[in-house]
């Protein structure tokens, strides 16, 4: 085992392999307060990537209802059972890893779900009190007050990925251009052991073609400088893709994805004690029980819902958070333009891609309208 460094752990940890960072890494963003769970984003890869035969389950982008929504069937419950319950002390992380809590010959922890548990992709959609199981049963926990909120998942290209430190075939590798993460199909066997090591569970099994499979990021696009389909496809505008530095000393308070995750730390990532240190980062919802978000996304949460309920009188904030769906080209920097009250996007060239009005304008409707002879009860 290497020592590499964990910034999202606030400490170094262990992992089989030394550290390796990309020159620049591809992330993106999801504002969880704005998604409908419309799925558009999953009929956009599934209608791309996976409508092939032994594909049927497949979902490289899914959205779930939670707390009682999950796909594969309770993946995030049971590793988090697995590990058990261990403790932050501010922003540094106590507990062990699914690289540290290993068994012997074990160089991941992990669990390889049923296949019976991908058969339910939307299973509990829009439950708030319990959910319903394939096989008829309830899942049972205690009552909880009436919230929910949709999460949308992809592949984390994480730094350290769970399964590229379990694969024995050495098939899958972070491009050192963009930090995607990929399976060499050629070298793949089947073994299924990057499937039990991912937490996420976004590696899959392809039970026809008998190799494992994963979101590529819509690498294709990627390379062109254009956001990846879940992105321009989202109908919330919940989504955005940028590059974020990897080296943690020269961190760009005008690059959006800096912004987000190291200067105001509003955008956290999905249940970042695994280890794996992703790369998607997560508004969180801010209408949801604390305790239960702080288990998601770690402690940074009370403040990432401060700022965003403050966004509308940080201007600054709300440039960042405007440009969410105003653009197909991956956004570099931005800017708030104080003359036109607009926020600005620019490419790593530094051409401007977009620009957004930060008020929404307003238009005022005659309560009685001429023409008609009707009422409008709304007339703004």
């Not at 205690?142 to 098939?171: D, E, Q, S, V």
Request: some cysteine; proline content about 6%; overall charge positive.
């Amino acid at each position: 085992m290497a020592t590499v460094k964990n910034w999202q752990l606030g400490r170094d940890m262990e992992y089989p392999y030394e550290g390796n960072r990309p020159k620049q890494q591809i992330t993106m963003f999801f504002d969880l307060n704005k998604c409908i769970a419309c799925q558009t984003c999953t009929m956009a890869c599934k209608t791309t990537w996976t409508s092939g035969k032994g594909q049927e389950a497949i979902f490289w982008n899914n959205v779930e209802s939670k707390p009682y929504g999950f796909y594969p069937l309770a993946w995030d419950v049971k590793i988090l059972d697995i590990l058990g319950s261990q403790p932050w002390s501010g922003s540094t992380y106590k507990g062990k890893t699914i690289f540290e809590d290993t068994a012997m010959e074990e160089k991941v922890r992990g669990f390889l779900p049923d296949e019976m548990d991908y058969m339910s992709p939307n299973l509990g959609e829009d439950e708030a009190i319990r959910i319903q199981t394939t096989e008829g049963d309830y899942i049972k926990g205690p009552t909880h007050k009436n919230w929910g909120f949709y999460l949308p998942r992809i592949c984390n290209h994480c730094t350290y990925p769970g399964c590229l430190a379990a694969c024995p075939r050495k098939a899958i590798y972070k491009r050192q251009e963009d930090g995607i993460v990929l399976i060499d199909q050629s070298k793949c066997r089947g073994y299924r052991e990057c499937v039990k090591a991912c937490p996420y569970k976004k590696a899959y099994y392809n039970n026809t073609t008998r190799v494992s499979e994963k979101c590529i990021s819509c690498y294709p696009k990627i390379e062109k400088g254009e956001m990846s389909q879940c992105v321009t496809n989202c109908i919330g505008r919940i989504r955005i893709q940028a590059y974020k530095s990897t080296d943690l000393t020269k961190i760009r308070k005008n690059n959006v994805a800096d912004f987000l995750v190291h200067v105001r730390k509003i955008a956290l990532p999905l249940y970042p004690q695994f280890g794996t240190e992703p790369n998607n980062y997560y508004i969180p919802p801010i209408h949801v029980d604390l305790a239960y978000l702080t288990q998601m996304f770690g402690p940074g949460v009370e403040n990432a819902i401060k700022q965003y309920r403050n966004a509308g009188k940080d201007k600054e904030l709300l440039s960042a958070l405007i440009l969410f769906g105003n653009t197909e080209k991956i956004s570099d920097t931005f800017k708030y333009d104080e003359k036109t009250d607009e926020a600005v996007s620019y490419d790593t060239e530094g051409r401007e891609i977009v620009r957004v009005p930060c008020t929404e304008p307003t238009y005022i409707r005659k309560v009685l309208n001429a023409k008609t002879g009707a009422f409008l009860t709304n007339n703004s």
